[in-house]
């Protein structure tokens, strides 16, 4: 499967920047050793920058996708594990506001009744959960990119990115979130419900006793609801803001900025699109919340109860908690990607073709 997928990426606008040199005929002199050389079209730094780069794997092949797929472990895993006592925090304002009015309120509420152990309650599922989401998150959103863009065509794919990027992104959630939604249940029962248990190991045999594997699962419909919108604008506004940073504001190519500059780049541009993600997806999160605490509940029913003010309490502490969270996650995938010589694609440019349909060319 993922040689047939790899054939396709060689050819797609996404594709590394030196094959994607060779395949344009971009890169100098012609690819076959015995061609005459062609007339260089791009500027010699960049030309220069794509032979001098010596990557690890091919673009969209096997190993590519599964290094992403780590990427994603990493950065899922260990930024939302270091958030959990915002998390617990957002999460009980959320269930209980008249108890937890605010964030500072909030900590210091949960710091009076369980103590500076208790702002770690929920790190096991946490942990695990959005290791597993992260492994599907990134790691299908490379492979769906390429399926997606290899429909579409070049031409159609640099116009219609946007819509690919949402549509890529909200695939590959939809797998991430089943892999998320049984230690995201009891995550938030471990976090809301004084006494219910205080490890992973108390809450699932206990919830699977309760209520069988419904309790892991019931919350995966609004848990689509929350995550889904907050990924496609996770990548879809990432992935533009990044197009804009270097086009209006880095003072320079991308090609001729250093490691370090890329990554601050991608670090302001995840947090851009952090602040948006919390806002799109907050209502559904407070629906997951209340939902998981409370046994025979539906999504309507909370959604009813909770009402328009309801639903958007604790959205300061999201704001903080996403922007942040966000931000890392991009700067942690990407330098995985730069510590294993993978790929990065520059933002995508026009193809030529279009340009001369245009008359942009002569």
């Not at 996404?14 to 015995?34: C, E, K, R």
């Not at 032979?51 to 930024?79: A, D, N, P």
Request: glycine share 8%.
């Amino acid at each position: 499967m993922f040689s047939s997928v790899a054939h396709l990426a060689r050819a797609n606008p996404f594709n590394a920047p030196h094959l994607q040199l060779v395949y344009d005929g971009l890169a100098g002199p012609s690819s076959s050793p015995t061609g005459p050389p062609g007339p260089p079209r791009r500027s010699r730094n960049l030309a220069a920058a794509a032979v001098e780069e010596q990557y690890s794997c091919e673009y969209g092949s096997g190993r590519f996708f599964l290094l992403c797929g780590f990427g994603g472990i990493i950065s899922c895993g260990t930024t939302h594990t270091a958030l959990v006592p915002l998390d617990l925090v957002k999460c009980r304002m959320q269930v209980d506001p008249q108890k937890y009015k605010g964030i500072f309120n909030g900590f210091s509420v949960t710091l009076k009744e369980d103590g500076v152990r208790g702002l770690a309650k929920g790190w096991a599922p946490t942990f695990i959960g959005y290791s597993m989401q992260g492994l599907c998150k990134f790691g299908f959103y490379e492979v769906f990119k390429i399926f997606y863009s290899n429909m579409l065509g070049e031409e159609n794919t640099y116009l219609w990115r946007t819509s690919l990027y949402l549509a890529a992104s909200a695939s590959a959630e939809f797998f991430a979130d089943i892999a998320l939604a049984p230690m995201e249940a009891a995550k938030v029962r471990i976090q809301t419900q004084p006494g219910y248990a205080n490890t992973l190991r108390d809450a699932a045999p206990k919830m699977y006793k309760e209520e069988g594997l419904n309790a892991f699962y019931k919350g995966v419909a609004p848990l689509w609801m929350r995550q889904i919108p907050y990924t496609m604008m996770k990548f879809a506004c990432f992935e533009r803001t990044v197009e804009a940073l270097y086009k209006f504001v880095v003072p320079k190519p991308r090609s001729e900025c250093s490691k370090a500059e890329q990554l601050v780049v991608t670090f302001v541009a995840g947090y851009i699109a952090g602040v948006f993600c919390a806002i799109v997806s907050h209502p559904a999160d407070s629906v997951v919340s209340v939902l998981n605490k409370e046994k025979g509940s539906t999504a309507s029913q909370v959604l009813k109860r909770l009402g328009f003010t309801g639903v958007w309490k604790g959205l300061f502490a999201r704001i903080i908690m996403i922007g942040t969270l966000t931000a890392l996650q991009w700067f942690i995938y990407d330098s995985v990607k730069v510590y294993f010589r993978l790929p990065r694609p520059p933002p995508p440019e026009m193809p030529e073709s279009l340009k001369k349909k245009l008359g942009l060319t002569q």
